[in-house]
């Protein structure tokens, strides 16, 4: 089993929920902690997801496996630029959306939805792409997809229980995502290197 891959995998879902988590901490000191901007929060992360899904599904649709991987290898590193960029971005964004109205509800919801589309929409991005690239370089489609699935469970696990008790409890918000966009640097680079295999990968037993 190519289990690099399903290390990158893991990894993108890893920085993709440990943000969702954290960006509730980031948007709490300008619109506060409710029920609605943690609806904003989710609804706007996994709409974005969803999109990316849809786009990285439509462009693994043909082209060799390397081509795919060095675009998902992109799409994660995107996703890991808007991560790190957040928290810096923060005070300008409160500025246009919160100053002249800080109570209003509209207001509050498009403040904490609109950061957390550009990260969730690149991670959606890279994991479709991931996993055809490897699915057309493996005979064991069916062992490989589960195990993908599996992979991406097991990272978003990870991310969420590493964001709420580990990473903000160690460094704070503006650490910890600079830390998880640096991550998702790494797994891109490590997707790009996976995409420099001369060999097919190694088929599922």
Do not use: K
Not at 99 to 120: D, E, M, N, Q, Y
Not at 129 to 156: H, I, Q
Request: glycine fraction near 10%; charge should be positive; hydrophobic fraction near 65%.
């Amino acid at each position: 089993m190519p289990v690099v891959a399903l290390l990158a995998e893991g990894l993108v879902a890893f920085c993709a929920l440990a943000f969702e988590v954290i960006a509730a901490r980031l948007i709490a000191p300008h619109a506060g902690m409710s029920t609605d901007t943690w609806t904003a929060i989710i609804g706007a992360f996994l709409l974005a997801l969803a999109l990316g899904n849809r786009i990285g599904g439509a462009l693994a649709a043909s082209d060799s496996p390397a081509i795919l991987l060095r675009r998902a290898s992109l799409a994660a590193a995107c996703g890991g630029l808007a991560v790190t960029v957040a928290p810096f971005a923060m005070p300008a964004w409160d500025g246009l959306v919160l100053a002249s109205a800080p109570t209003a509800l509209w207001r509050i919801v498009l403040f904490a939805a609109i950061p957390c589309i550009p990260a969730g929409l690149c991670f959606g991005i890279a994991t479709p792409l991931l996993m055809m690239s490897v699915l057309r370089a493996t005979d064991a489609r069916g062992a490989f997809a589960g195990a993908m699935y599996a992979a991406g469970a097991a990272g978003s696990v990870a991310g969420v229980l590493a964001a709420l008790w580990l990473l903000l409890d160690q460094f704070g918000v503006r650490a910890s995502l600079v830390a998880i966009g640096a991550l998702a640097g790494a797994d891109a680079l490590l997707l790009l290197m996976l995409s420099r295999r001369r060999r097919p990968l190694p088929a599922t037993a």
